[in-house]
């Protein structure tokens, strides 16, 4: 059920969404731009994913209590994050980038995500965090092509602006709507995964593995098979389309039937053949038909993934939500590890789908 208090909530998820679909697939192509090589990029998201490993532990020494003022800070840090890519040459932007980017993560999606999933129960949590998925793709139907088409007529320079004209005003929101229960975190969050059990932990990293990988695969290849900025901007777009809604009538259904494990490895294992499709066809009409129909099946392990790591720890949601982050960004660390050396052997930018296909393949362990 989406109460006031969930709408208050979503609404700054919304605009986080303007800003980030905008920027977000053109980040790697902008640093492509600027001669940093496929290797090289991924070593950046893969600092970027360490550090958040590092804040994790941090964090739970030091937990985030006041999530308004959380939020609203890490807005302010994800515009320094942005400016920083556009402003910084290596190697400062491999020393300072991922720091900030690990705090942003730390600030907005912790406490964020303790106070919607604090704001259901067991019964509506998958529909929940499935209408939560939903609006990045639904905002995602209309901003990249804005930006595509933004960068090849004015260049890199707009794009950047524009998305901390929009991030500076999710600063304010927070402090505007989220005022007395809503804006705490009531219990301090500590690391915890006994109650995950063995399998679903390795999930949790299994799936960042896959996770990690598409943040800068996507958009390159989309670059690699479009030819241009605007191209790049159309397909991410076609791929918002691509079975969001179907991921909240499933998420639904899970919650009707308890039975959220046959819907996540029914996901996990239709992603397989998509993803192993597009590195053996690696043509521009097999991966926007595959990678498009994989947007349903991926957001299927990413909400089921979510919700039950929350349901098995349901008196502690700050410690689960914690806990899941510091497995979930290990296992994004992980995946672009893998494709660094997938890339330094064979120097075949699809054979990232291969590495992708079986991360996800294995989080059908999840129990």
């Known amino acids: 059920m989406i109460t006031r208090a969930l709408r208050k909530v979503l609404l700054i998820e919304a605009l986080l969404a303007l800003a980030t679909t905008m920027v977000s697939p053109f980040v790697s192509i902008f640093l492509y731009r600027t001669e940093l090589g496929y290797i090289a990029i991924a070593n950046f998201y893969g600092l970027c994913f360490a550090w958040c490993v590092v804040f994790c532990v941090i964090f739970a ?55 919607f999933c604090d704001l259901t129960s067991k019964g509506d949590r998958g529909t929940t965090i499935g209408i939560t998925f939903l609006i990045f793709p639904i905002i995602q139907l209309v901003t990249p092509i804005i930006a595509g088409t933004m960068v090849s007529r004015l260049g890199y320079a707009p794009l950047f602006i524009v998305t901390a004209v ?5 600063v304010i929101l927070p402090y505007v709507l989220l005022k007395g229960k809503i804006g705490r975190v009531t219990q301090p969050a500590k690391l915890d995964f006994k109650p995950f059990g063995m399998r679903l932990s390795a999930s949790l990293v299994i799936q960042g593995m896959q996770d990690g990988t598409f943040f800068f695969l996507v958009p390159l290849v989309s670059l690699y098979t479009t030819g241009g900025e605007f191209g790049v901007g159309l397909a991410q777009s076609v791929f918002a389309v691509g079975g969001a809604t179907g991921a909240v009538v499933v998420a639904r259904l899970s919650d009707r039937s308890g039975d959220r494990v046959t819907w996540l490895r029914a996901g996990a294992l239709a992603s397989v053949p998509l993803f192993l499709l597009v590195w053996a066809f690696p043509t521009l009409y097999v991966f926007m038909v595959c990678i498009g129909i994989a947007q349903l099946t991926t957001y299927m392990v990413s909400i089921f993934v979510m919700t039950m790591a929350v349901d098995k720890n349901e008196a502690h949601k700050p410690t689960a939500l914690l806990s899941r982050e510091l497995l979930l960004e290990g296992g994004r660390a992980l995946g672009v590890v893998a494709l660094s050396l997938t890339w330094m052997v064979w120097h075949d930018l699809f054979l990232g789908f291969v590495v992708a296909a079986v991360a996800i393949g294995a989080s059908a362990i999840a129990k």
Do not use: D
Not at 66 to 94: D, G, K
Not at 166 to 170: D, E, K
């Open 61 to 115: 020494r030091f937990p985030v209590r006041n999530a308004r003022l959380a939020i609203s800070l890490s807005m302010a840090v994800l515009t320094a994050f942005y400016l920083s890519i556009y402003l910084l040459p290596p190697p400062w932007l491999f020393i300072i980038s991922p720091l900030i980017y690990a705090l942003y993560v730390m600030w907005f999606w912790l406490p964020f995500n303790f106070i």
């Open 166 to 170: 929009i991030l500076a005003v999710n």
